[in-house]
């Protein structure tokens, strides 16, 4: 299945991306003295424990008897040497050694024609001249063109999770092709990602994602690396000790999140900042440049699912919880109890509107959307701002959504119900311009590029990602058409 899906921005990954380099055994030896090679679950029983112990001491067994076996059979032959060299004189007389060149006539073994030719270089030997060929083939699926679209998928298939960077190449007439450039594995089931440029190598900009898990940590990936083991960074987690009676004991990192962490947004003004959400209830802000939480905010009772920050106030940010809530904070008095708005049922997704400030719109699990207005906000929790529309979009949990990036009003919801739909939001009166069915089987994520805006990613359980061209809809194209040459990059 595929939880989570991110576009890389064109041009922010390097054109070749580096190999990682092994471990040395200095290093290796430091994971393993931490324990960062250990499973983070003991699934196993005691009596499997026994078992494997047991098992390992039958091997160990026959290990030692095969030893002795083979230092008998050396003795052994020692002492039959005499008959052993015997037997190789009689062999040796069967193959007529001596007169092993003296072949039949008539009969060449042996070419001697163009194969036994002398090339004085590999470009002149006819049967080596594709072999540069497949090289520069390779080099040319490795290298990343400005113009190809990046996408990173989180997905979990056969108890293997792992990230899979996907290049999107679109042609002029139409047609597209998608492939896994690379994957990366990771150590846990992933539920969220967020791509972030902030320079954490150096530099001016980066290239990374950000993973939120089944585990309390958040782990930063380096996208411009293949075959990386370990990330670049991790915020929070729990680290394993060993007690005196030798028992296992975890303990948390110095802020980190005690629960699986659900959300994740990166701040584009302030770009060492990210914000979390998690199931221990809390929402955090961290400080990527320096690898700690910054500020912990408790103003949900119940599991935090989503966190969003404001394009235009960066400093506003918005979080939904499983307490059918959602709240309004700022990143500077977050003291302050910040606004509430109450919705009919557990937040699944949200996102503010590109196009203005005070517009926001939150999917929920009965599969309703809501948009709001903060402008018509009330400080008193106890008074109830009514939403600017109800929209009841999907027969199971919406569990997704995504607004143009260019288009005003064209928002991409996904569901439970295995379907994508767009919608025209316009005067806050919702009309449905097309839906489809893509084949993902329940739509976990989707995502609308931003710079080719009508192109829309989506993932789900089936595990199988999908670019839905939008525009491709007769609806879409006449609605929203004169937008698309808005982001369009320059050639």
């Known amino acids: 299945m595929i939880s989570a899906i991110a576009w890389v921005p064109k041009g922010a990954s390097k054109p070749e991306p580096a190999v990682a380099e092994l471990p040395s055994k200095d290093e290796i030896e430091e994971m393993i003295k931490s324990g960062a090679l ?15 112990d047991a098992e390992a001491g039958k091997q160990t067994g026959e290990v030692s008897q095969a030893l002795a076996v083979a230092d008998a059979l050396g003795k052994s032959s020692n002492n039959k040497s005499g008959t052993q060299l015997e037997d190789l004189t009689d062999g040796l007389k069967e193959l007529d050694m001596e007169h092993y060149d003296e072949e039949d006539d008539g009969i060449e073994l042996f070419s001697k024609g163009l194969g036994d030719l002398y090339y004085p270089s590999n470009d002149m030997d006819p049967y080596l001249k594709d072999e540069d060929d497949d090289d520069s083939e390779e080099i040319e699926d490795m290298t990343i063109r400005p113009m190809d679209a990046v996408i990173v998928c989180a997905r979990n298939e056969d108890d293997v999770s792992h990230l899979e960077v996907w290049i999107y190449e679109d042609s002029d007439e139409g047609d597209s092709n998608m492939y896994v450039h690379h994957d990366i594995i990771i150590s846990a089931f992933p539920l969220c990602t967020a791509w972030l440029d902030c320079p954490l190598k150096g530099g001016e900009k980066g290239n990374f994602i950000a993973v939120g898990s089944m585990e309390p940590s958040i782990e930063i990936w380096d996208l411009d690396i293949i075959d990386e083991v370990q990330p670049c960074l991790v915020l929070g987690g729990a680290v394993e000790k060993k007690t005196k009676k030798g028992k296992k004991k975890s303990k948390y990192m110095e802020g980190s999140h005690t629960g699986e962490v659900l959300g994740l947004a990166w701040n584009k003004e302030y770009r060492n900042i990210l914000a979390s959400a998690s199931a221990d209830k809390q929402v955090k802000i961290w400080d990527v440049a320096a690898g700690k939480c910054n500020i912990t905010m408790e103003h949900h009772e119940g599991k935090v699912q989503a966190v969003a920050w404001n394009h235009h106030v960066p400093q506003v940010l918005l979080t939904g919880s499983f307490d059918r809530s959602v709240v309004m904070k700022d990143g500077r008095v977050p003291s302050h109890s910040g606004f509430k708005w109450s919705v009919t049922a557990e937040v699944e997704c949200l996102a503010w509107d590109p196009h203005t400030e005070y517009s926001f719109v939150v999917s929920l699990e009965d599969g309703t959307i809501r948009g709001y207005d903060i402008r018509a906000a009330k400080s008193d929790p106890s008074s109830e701002s009514k939403p600017s529309f109800t929209l009841h979009a999907h027969d199971k949990a919406a569990c997704t959504l995504s607004y143009n990036p260019a288009a005003p009003n064209l928002l991409a919801t996904g569901s439970m119900d295995k379907t994508v739909k767009l919608w025209d939001l316009s005067n806050n009166q919702p009309s449905c311009v097309a839906s489809r069915n893509p084949k993902a089987g329940a739509v976990f994520s989707i995502s609308f590029s931003q710079d080719s805006p009508f192109l829309l990613a989506i993932g789900g359980s089936k595990g199988k990602l999908g670019v839905w061209d939008t525009l491709s809809e007769t ?10 040459q808005l982001n369009r990059p320059k050639t």
């Open 475 to 484: 609806a879409v194209s006449g609605k929203f058409g004169n937008y698309s």
């Open 38 to 52: 250990d499973r983070s679950e003991d699934n196993g029983s005691e009596e499997e424990d026994e078992d494997m």
